[in-house]
């Protein structure tokens, strides 16, 4: 959504708002439910998913050991 403090909003630059996680095997997801692109280029604001708070599940030996 557009808002008028930002920037790229104001420039018109193709853009997200979320933060974009990346997952292992560079599956990504991002915070922004409206977010279409899930794209590194889109967002400011890239973590990988062993950096969230509490963990991914993804990122678990037991379910590594489990997808592989």
Partial sequence: ???PEC???RAAIDH???TLIVH???ATECTDPDCTDPTHAR???VVDCTDLAGGC???HP???AETA
């Fill in 1 to 3: 959504m557009p808002t």
């Fill in 7 to 9: 920037r790229s909003c």
């Fill in 16 to 18: 997200c708002h979320g």
């Fill in 24 to 26: 292992p095997h560079n």
């Fill in 43 to 45: 967002h400011t604001f």
């Fill in 57 to 59: 599940p993804c990122a």
């Fill in 62 to 64: 037991d379910h590594r």
